[in-house]
Antibody
């Protein structure tokens, strides 16, 4: 069965960086893109960006351009999201999510989600 | 960026009643690239509907989606106790965006 298992909770100071991992299993990793979506406490969902596990192409949300980098390691079927220059308003649960459609050229709907990783930014 | 506005913010209904949730886009959503998700407290979202009207795998047929262009609707024909949750629409015709959510609560 398809599973996305994320790394554990993180506590970071303002200005630091965080890197969250998302290990995929149960499907051919390189056939599907992965998006990252975050949710601040008590708030809605915010799409952060997407990476094609097929060719490494990325598409980032404009507001995060320059602070976020998404990568994949196809040898371990793992996707990564790094966010730099952290601020208090980056405190959120971060989810990875798989594209519904295989070999997509851009993000689609998301059919499988990781369990979420809480990132807390506090001095 | 396409802004999605969901209404109402909260829907108070009883089990067995029909729920109608609205999602309006600030500009036309190409190819009906509109999805609906259900989220319960402490859980990741769950895909219900994609392509505006196609049910995702394993989703009961009491959930249906409709609409095109800028106006979309999620209908739950008869609410079951497990359907009380927050529902989000998402467009993926351009850079993806989500609506702010509609909470369906027990009346």
């Amino acid at each position: 069965q398809v599973q996305l298992v994320q790394s554990g909770a993180e506590v970071k100071k303002p200005g630091a960086s965080v890197k969250v991992s998302c290990k995929a299993s149960g499907y051919t990793f390189t056939s599907y893109g992965i998006s990252w979506v975050r949710q601040a406490p008590g708030q809605g969902l915010e799409w952060m960006g997407w990476i094609s596990a097929y060719n490494g192409n990325t598409n980032y949300a404009q507001k995060l351009q320059g602070r976020v980098t998404m990568t994949t390691d196809t040898s371990t079927s793992t996707a990564y999201m790094e966010l730099r220059s952290l601020r208090s308003d980056d405190t959120a649960v971060y989810y990875c999510a798989r594209d519904l459609n295989s070999i997509a050229a851009r993000p689609k709907a998301f059919d499988y989600w990781g369990q979420g990783t809480l990132v807390t930014v506090s001095s | 960026e396409i802004v999605l506005t969901q209404s109402p913010g909260t829907l108070s209904l009883s089990p067995g009643e029909r729920a109608t949730l609205s999602c309006r886009a600030s500009q036309s959503v190409s190819s009906s690239y509109l999805a609906w998700y259900q989220q319960k407290p402490g859980q990741a979202p769950r895909l219900l509907i994609y392509g505006a009207s196609s049910r995702a795998t394993g989703i009961p047929d009491r959930f249906s989606g409709s609409g095109s262009g800028t106006d979309f609707t999620l209908t739950i024909s008869r609410l079951e106790p497990e359907d009380f949750a927050v529902y989000y629409c998402q467009q993926y015709g351009s850079s993806p965006t989500f609506g702010q959510g509609t909470k369906v609560e027990i009346k």
